[in-house]
């Protein structure tokens, strides 16, 4: 169950860094919004296979 609840915060953290981002800084570009997109994925998905998989 602990393992879920990390998932499913970090997943939320993971998105409310993706919509701020796309608000604040790249609202009318598309192809770096989605490059950015997914840099913060794959930045995220390393943090997440580093700290909290085992």
């Known amino acids: 169950m602990e393992k ?3 998932g499913v915060i970090f997943a939320a ?4 860094a993706i919509v ?4 604040v800084f790249f ?5 770096p919004r ?3 997109n ?3 994925v794959l930045v995220c ?3 997440y ?4 998989k085992r």
């Open 49 to 52: 296979w580093r700290f909290f």
């Open 4 to 6: 879920l609840t990390h």
């Open 45 to 47: 998905l390393g943090f």
């Open 34 to 36: 989605f490059i950015v």
């Open 27 to 31: 609202r009318h570009h598309t192809v």
């Open 20 to 23: 701020g981002v796309d608000l």
């Open 38 to 40: 997914v840099g913060i």
């Open 13 to 16: 953290v993971m998105v409310i």
